[in-house]
């Protein structure tokens, strides 16, 4: 063998082994490494949701998805009552009629289309007048005239007079301060709600049905410090709670949330193998008591009946807890000495002789519920009926629709009924409009409130100084209160059933509908 045909045949074999070697490395370097996980995360609801689209909401569960998709201005932090900039980088009041707000710069929405001030003008002003929407123009029409454009980056809210302190607020609002495409709006003609959900926020609309919305990670998302941990966030909607249980029991969803029957409340909260996260709820419940009633219409009569509700005993048949204001116990607005009335019958009786009914009123009362609220509510008014037999005063039991425990509260034809009261603009002066105020739904209902209270309310609706405002809603509270026109009872504690492997996910225990933690959500495989 020539010199020439060894040295070919020696190159042949090490270039064999060589590539055995590198193949060899290659096979253990794949081989351990494993693929990359595609999470996803299955949200159970029973609440319908109809489309994804701001100023469109109309049940609660259509706010999750809808501030995954879009963003507001400014979010809440989580469980504070402190607002955090989104879209926005400052606020600013000219007077409490014109705010300018500052916009963040080089944001594009999903579509690829810019971020700016004309989009802001755009959306507020569209969203108000879209009579597709009317939420839009009954939660901001009466508040906002127009938004005038600065430049690129600043608008100015011109709002209706007398202006409005709590605006920076307001620019948080969970559906109609949520901003979008206008370009993806109008391509998308009467499927604006589904193909022109085109937003900045950390996910995108995949595709929509009315059982079944995908949403899918925006890896581009402006802040990268927030890109999702998880690939599809997946709602689906059940018929009937009991299906939406067994669901979450056998693994086919990972979150059960609104509504789950009461009796399954229970008996999930006693079950290892499924983790409870509690929130805010949106809903504080009382005992409303109408002055037009001949024996309702004396202050004592009403104390007494105050003072004779077991509170406690209702809050472990509703699965609640106590309530003293309108507004969340955690907003910085509440009059911290709320808790004036707690069961005392011997306080109750006093009042019912002072008032010069020792054997009771001589007549029955109606008081009106509805099972709208729960089953549970059959056993609280029974409950409550017991009680005020206890001070010889008698109730017949009403149980009918809400809808006609509202025309009747309207009517002013309610003497008495279990109503409840959510906010969607977490400011004061909102709850008085409602509450607190003579001319408000409440107050002509069942003619309680004075004009002091209306100009307290008045004052506080315009003043900038944040101090001055909380003592005037707190003096309003503690002028009404007493009078237990409306005795608050309890809010129902919002339950988020989920598996175990779920990672940071909590609901808001200050403000109901602040998704903000969502974004963060992630799940262990």
Known sequence: MSKTSYTRKLLVVGVIIAIMIVAAVAYTFWSNIKPAVTKTVVWGTTEAIPGVFPGLVRTYSEYI???????????????????????????????????????????KFHDGTPFNASVVKFCIENTINDTRR??????IGKIVDYVEVMNETAVRFHLKSPGFAGFPYLLAHPSCLLIYSPTAYL????????????GTGPFKLARYTTQEIILEANHDYWNQTEVPKIEKFIFSVYTDPGSMKIALEQGDIDVAHRWIY?????????????????????????????????????????????????????????????SYSAMPSKWTYVYPAQNIFERNLTRAKELMKEAGYQDGLPENIEMYFTTLFGTEFVTVSSLIQSNLAEIGVHVDLKSVEWATMLTYRADGTCPMGIFRFTYTLADPHYVAIYIHRSDGSYGKGFAY????????????????????????????????DPEAHLIYMFEKQQYLFHSKNMKNLGLDSVIFYNWYNLRFIDKDE
């Open 65 to 107: 998805p809808c501030n995954l998709i879009f963003e507001p201005l400014y979010m809440f932090k989580p469980n504070t009552f402190e607002l955090k900039p989104i879209l926005a980088t400052n606020v600013q009041a000219i007077t409490p009629s014109i705010w300018e707000v500052t916009l963040r710069e080089g944001i």
């Open 187 to 198: 391509a998308a003609g009467d499927n604006y709600a589904t193909t022109g959900a085109m």
């Open 449 to 480: 409130g004075n004009s002091t209270i209306n100009a307290l309310d008045d004052q506080g609706a315009i003043e900038l100084n944040e101090t001055r405002r909380i003592q005037l809603y707190q003096q309003i509270q503690q002028m009404l």
């Open 262 to 322: 009461e009796a399954d409340v229970k008996s999930l909260l006693n079950t290892t193998r499924i983790v409870t996260s509690e929130s805010a709820d949106p809903y504080v419940y009382f005992l409303g008591l109408n002055s037009r009633n001949t024996y309702l219409n004396s202050t004592k009569v009403r104390q007494a009946i105050a003072y004779a509700i077991d509170y406690n005993a209702i809050n472990s048949l509703a699965v609640s807890r106590r």
């Open 134 to 139: 009317p939420f839009g123009k009954e939660q």
